[in-house]
């Protein structure tokens, strides 16, 4: 809804469409790609409906992920920048690691993630890797405007979205991400009073 006390021509058109667009979503994060998200990162936040829709709401995104330790080191699937400043911008979709400003392992991670940037500069997106105390971040990424015109977009996003899972298991035995061997956190329910996913940062 906007900001004023009205609605406008763009807020009835997300009520209309909400449920088309989060069915969209969901079918292109589908048991396939939970289960390779699953086998590559060891673990999956659970239940992914109510946990995904938190996303949405507090962080402006609709995504799958798992924590590696705690709240400080997770991975995130999905669409993110799913409210952007303004109508020129487009989500972009793909995966995420990231890791908190108090994190212990945090040096550790950020050498491994300029490692990364530093080799694969054209495929991997960083985020305040030299800025404290906010999170650091990197990502595999496209917009979805790169996706519009192809004939079957679903296909298309659900096939990035393996490749994206491909490329972050990829990279952890030449860059050393501590995620093997690390204690894997599940949720199996959700407190609707005190939700453990808003405790995650708001990435764009």
């Not at 807020?11 to 909400?18: A, G, S, V």
């Not at 962080?59 to 669409?79: E, Q, V």
Request: proline share 6%.
């Amino acid at each position: 809804m906007s900001t004023t006390n009205q609605f406008s021509s763009v807020d009835l058109l997300t009520m209309m469409n909400f449920h088309k667009t989060l069915n969209l979503m969901e079918s292109t994060l589908n048991e396939e790609v939970q289960q390779e998200f699953k086998q590559a990162f060891g673990g999956l936040i659970k239940p992914i409906a109510s946990t995904s829709m938190t996303q949405w709401r507090w962080h402006s995104r609709y995504i799958i992920y798992t924590k590696f330790s705690g709240d400080n080191f997770w991975c995130g699937l999905g669409y993110f920048n799913l409210n952007p400043d303004n109508f020129t911008e487009y989500p972009y979709l793909g995966i995420c690691l990231e890791v908190s400003p108090h994190f212990i392992e945090r040096p550790k991670i950020i050498e491994s993630m300029h490692k990364v940037i530093n080799a694969h500069p054209n495929i991997w997106t960083p985020e305040n890797l030299t800025i404290l105390p906010d999170w650091s971040a990197i990502f595999y990424r496209k917009s979805l405007q790169e996706f519009l015109s192809q004939e079957n977009q679903l296909s298309a996003i659900k096939d990035f979205f393996l490749k994206s899972i491909n490329e972050l298991k990829n990279i952890q035995p030449d860059f050393n991400f501590p995620w093997k061997g690390v204690s894997i956190e599940t949720v199996t329910e959700v407190d609707k009073e005190k939700d453990p996913d808003t405790s995650l940062p708001s990435t764009t």
